[in-house]
């Protein structure tokens, strides 16, 4: 695995508007070496894409395509995030001022040390002030 994969990376794949450069790069990373995300993850992206289904971004079809790419992918779920969401991933929330949600994401990259992708402001944030290398934008 080279990275921690975060949801606002993956879903940037999904929707034309939302793609650069970068996070294209990283989808060519995840296809030739992998990444791993935490346990959340595929609710997460399942969400959002539900939630563009609804709002007619996008068909029922289309989602069922991005999932099914997705799927093919090298990309690990995380056995640990459930374990650590009460103790570690609760105390960088509280520390960092992120949803907990965001907070596995710098978890896992934290315990791991990998470097984390990601597009959101405050979780590139607080993987800075805890010097963790940073992916995509």
């Not at 990373?29 to 992998?34: F, I």
């Not at 949803?99 to 984390?116: C, G, H, I, T």
């Amino acid at each position: 695995m080279s990275f921690v994969l975060d949801s606002s990376v993956t879903l940037s794949w999904c929707f034309a508007d939302e793609r650069t450069p970068q996070a294209t790069t990283l989808l060519y990373q995840v296809a030739d070496s992998g990444a791993v995300v935490p346990g959340l993850w595929r609710l997460e992206v399942a969400n959002a894409l539900q939630s563009a289904v609804r709002r007619g971004r996008i068909d029922g079809a289309y989602r069922d395509a991005v999932l099914a790419d997705l799927a093919v992918l090298a990309i690990d779920i995380d056995p640990e995030t459930d374990a650590r969401a009460w103790s570690d991933t609760l105390a960088l929330a509280d520390r960092h001022r992120l949803s907990v949600y965001d907070a596995a994401y710098l978890e896992l990259a934290q315990r791991r040390r990998l470097p984390l992708a990601s597009r959101d402001g405050a979780l590139r944030a607080a993987a800075a002030a805890l010097d963790l290398p940073l992916l995509g934008q």
